[in-house]
């Protein structure tokens, strides 16, 4: 049981490329969901997905897209890198479930953008 | 809308001394509340919780109270070890129908020397 998988660990991007962040469960949660972590701002929800065809907009949304084609699988598309997209990302996912409380998180990836 | 104010660190307290972390929020209705623990280099993990007023939530020497006369939930331990180095992070969840997002505070980083 691998819980929460996030890939790359580490990844240096220039101003205007692309890239995709990989996040893969294997709990069988419905809901997962996308934050990241900067200095003195804590966690902001990006973007979430209560099931497999159904995601929204969190807090923080622009210069992201998601899909959820499968339950295992929720990849972070960025579009077009800037540097204020710098920060370490963080994928989660918890059961929707009745009395489910605990949200499980990947180890994350660190993004640098230059 | 929700949000979470969560005492400012960095604290850096001497093994064995007292810790209270302090953890105010607003939201309409009756959120659950808990607290997370970011150990270096790690994703975050649930540390302990609370669904309804008067609750308390323990963990490893850990405790918070849900004080809904004060919308407060203040982390403390009575004797901190070297190994309770981490950020702390106070969140809430709205229950209701729908995706029951998790706010997050900023973070408390604890530093304990020996």
């Known amino acids: 049981n691998a819980g929460v998988t996030q890939t790359p660990k580490f990844q240096v991007l220039k101003t205007g490329q692309s890239m995709t962040l990989q996040c893969a469960q294997d709990?069988?949660?419905?809901?997962m969901s996308w934050y990241r972590q900067d200095p003195g701002m804590g966690l902001r929800l990006i973007h979430y997905s209560v099931g497999a065809g159904i995601t929204d907009q969190g807090e923080v949304p622009n210069g992201y897209n998601v899909s959820r084609s499968t339950t295992e699988d929720f990849p972070l598309r960025l579009l077009s890198a800037a540097p204020s997209q710098t920060s370490v990302y963080f994928c989660a996912s918890r059961s929707t479930g009745a009395g489910a409380y605990e949200q499980y998180f990947g180890p994350g990836t660190r993004l640098t953008v230059t | 809308g929700d949000s979470v104010t969560q005492m400012e660190g960095p604290v850096t307290l001497s093994e064995e001394a007292f810790l209270t972390i302090n953890c105010t929020y607003t939201?309409?209705?009756?959120?659950?509340l808990f607290w997370y623990v970011q150990y270096p280099g790690e994703g975050l993990q649930l540390l302990l919780k609370a669904t309804k007023a008067d609750d308390k939530g323990s963990n490893k020497g850990f405790e918070a109270t849900y004080r809904k006369e004060t919308t407060s939930f203040h982390l403390e331990k009575g004797s901190v070890q070297v190994s309770d180095s981490a950020v702390y992070f106070c969140a809430l969840r709205r229950d209701k129908s729908g995706a029951n997002n998790l706010f997050f505070g900023t973070g408390t980083r604890l530093t304990v020397i020996p």
């Open positions: 709990m069988n949660h419905e809901y």
């Open positions: 939201a309409t209705g009756y959120p659950s």
